[in-house]
């Protein structure tokens, strides 16, 4: 979440790395680090069963966004994702979600990535 909060920190990034780290001989080539990422649903389930509506339609990109002013942080979109890509984060004593929004159209996860393992389409 450099992006949005100025810090690398695992704990709180948009995205998750899956490990499948097997070590040793003959161990399957399919054990590697997998990237999940927001899949920015149309029509987005976490939008559509938001009780306060804090999702927001960013139009230049095509996604929805949260709002944090207006998220009451009941996990409701967190429930309704189907791929586990909300995240609930304190802010100033209070629990909001949030979801990739693209870093507004400049991912840094896909500019950083070491490997090159992501691409932005």
Request: glycine letters at 6%.
């Amino acid at each position: 979440m450099i992006h949005h909060e100025g810090a690398f920190n695992p704990r709180n990034a948009l995205i998750r790395v899956e490990s499948n780290r097997e070590f040793g001989l003959n161990k399957p080539i399919t054990n590697i680090d997998r990237p999940h990422v927001c899949r920015q649903c149309d029509p987005a389930p976490c939008a559509e069963n938001c009780p306060a509506e804090a999702f927001d339609a960013h139009q230049a990109l095509s996604i929805m966004v949260v709002d944090p002013d207006k998220c009451i942080g009941c996990e409701q979109c967190v429930q309704e994702c189907p791929y586990g890509m909300i995240v609930l984060h304190r802010e100033e004593g209070d629990v909001k979600a949030a979801k990739c929004d693209l870093c507004g159209g400049e991912p840094l996860c896909v500019r950083n990535c070491p490997v090159g393992a992501l691409i932005f389409e």
